[in-house]
């Protein structure tokens, strides 16, 4: 009898360490990022308006897609995005590497650079 009911506590034990192990994995909205895109949101912590953009070759100087512009950045690409505070890629000027995630740009990005 204590064999069995030490197999049933074991068993209760192990259930609940596999149940918290997938259950606390928390999960990010910049996982959802493609390999190769740059995933862009017009709030922090990855909220509010997407804009995605696919496998990005080297671009010169482009506007923002979303109205709003941007205020956080999941650069799943290999190459680095600059993210300027004004339209025109003037102003000030936040690098994002390649590989690298940021929940919150320092200002409103307006425009960008892919290098």
Do not use: H
């Not at 009898?1 to 068993?11: P, T």
């Not at 482009?62 to 339209?87: K, M, P, W």
């Amino acid at each position: 009898m204590a064999k069995s009911r030490l197999r049933v506590i074991a068993a209760g034990i192990a259930v609940g360490v596999i149940a918290t192990t997938f259950v606390a994995t928390p999960s990010s909205a910049a996982t959802d990022c493609q390999m190769f895109d740059i995933c862009k949101w017009a709030g922090t912590n990855f909220t509010g308006a997407k804009s995605t953009t696919k496998n990005p070759g080297a671009k010169s100087c482009t506007v923002e897609g979303l109205s709003q512009g941007i205020r956080s950045v999941d650069n799943f690409s290999a190459r680095t995005y600059v993210s300027y505070s004004n339209a025109n890629c003037t102003g000030s000027s936040y690098y994002v590497n390649k590989l690298e995630t940021k929940a919150a740009l320092p200002f409103t990005g307006r425009s960008y650079k892919v290098l």
